[in-house]
């Protein structure tokens, strides 16, 4: 029946004069019905139930378990047996943070791994910092339905200068004097170097190593003033993660590197933190708690980054996940990793598996962790859940993603902004 409805629309498309290109969305008139499907809202709060979704104009226009009438101009599709959930986020990646000296290399590349993602089911990404030019060129063509892809925000990266120096080292390229990857001093000016990161497009400030508590003060200020966000590494050397925290930014990034709330402050330098860790630093959760019960009372979403954790034999991650998990942290899914550019499975289907299997999550609350929590830590209140009015980014799926995480990744179709991509 539904691959029947495809073939059907497609030809009205074809009958209209209307170009088909795979490579943008396919757009419908006259809205779209998709009947008696098990919506799952991708708030964990809110049970599966039987009902049926109206698209129009991009939007879900209504939302419902009682019938729906339309006029018949609107396209249906019996949903029987299929399950209807948001669009997922990967809330922490770097699509530019690579080689892009040859841009037709790079933009090929970055164009399969875009497709690849749509394809499964990821229609929102949280970029957590890289060339803002790259990423903003992708976000405009996407926006303008040029190119096929997910909506892309993205973070300007702040850090201090021996940060820089150590990944520049050896290279003619000198780092940390863009508006979007910025070399912060005692002495900067912070409003102006924030006002130059919003000016490249950028979401959100990302605090990277190297940074006082009082710079981080300046920061959080200035991008509250001017409406970006403050999305934080778990510990911004010399700074534990609990000072983070209290300053309220909006997330912080990496399990393995909460461990570093357990070291001194007078002792916290990267070298020798890391050297604690090799040398078989424990999770102790009375210390860790308090760090997890006031992130739950300032609202700090957490991405715990266990996939990344893990390949790097950093398995203690999992613990301390764990731990914010059963503290009421809201958990944000992101993988800080690598994506094919062939069809292959995204490695977001690795870490959402992880929280189920070994966090102790449920299927509802990793869901959430892909949609509605990811959304609110990007600062968007107009996707991540299915609602009258939210944007009409979702996934019809053959197979019960609450007995299969993996389902979810493997969507029959995909809406965005209400027009099917796939």
Known sequence: ??????????????????????????????????????????????????????????????????????????????????????????????????????????????????????????????????????????????????????????????????????????????????????????????????????????????????????????????ARKEGLLVWSHATVFPIQPTDAVELSVNSISHAADVIFEQIPRDSLTLSYAWSQVYKGLKVDPKTLNPLFVLMKKNKVYFDPTIFHATNNKLYYAVEIAKLAHQSGVKIVCGTDWIYPEDTSMVPLYDEARIYKEDVGMSALEVLESLTYNAALVTGLKDRGCLMKGLRADLLLLDKNPMEDIKALFQPQMVFLKGNIVK
């Open 1 to 222: 029946m539904i691959k029947q409805f495809v073939q059907s629309l497609f030809l009205g498309l074809l009958l209209t004069g209307t170009a088909i290109n795979t490579s943008v969305a396919q757009k419908t008139s006259g809205g779209i019905l998709l009947r008696n499907a098990t919506i799952i809202d991708g708030r964990s709060h809110i049970k599966p139930y039987q009902g049926s979704i109206l698209i129009e104009d991009g939007l879900i226009k209504k939302i419902t378990k009682q019938h729906i009438s339309v006029d018949q101009d609107v396209h249906q599709l019996d949903c029987t047996g299929k399950y209807i959930v948001p669009g997922l986020f990967e809330a922490h990646m770097h699509l530019a943070t690579g080689d892009l000296s040859d841009r037709n290399k790079a933009k090929a590349s970055t164009d399969r791994i875009l497709l690849n993602m749509v394809h499964h089911g990821i229609t929102t990404v949280r970029d957590m910092a890289g060339d803002a030019p790259y990423l903003f060129d992708y976000k405009r063509k996407i926006d303008k339905g040029e190119l096929l892809g997910p909506d892309i925000f993205y973070a300007a990266q702040f850090a201090g200068p021996d940060y820089f120096e150590m990944f520049s080292r050896g290279s003619r390229v000198k780092m940390g004097n863009k508006a979007w990857e910025r070399a912060i001093t005692d002495t900067t000016d912070i409003e102006k170097v924030v006002k130059e990161a919003k000016a490249a497009g950028v979401t959100a400030i990302k605090t990277y190593a190297q940074l006082s508590k009082e710079t981080m003060l300046k920061i959080v200020k200035s």
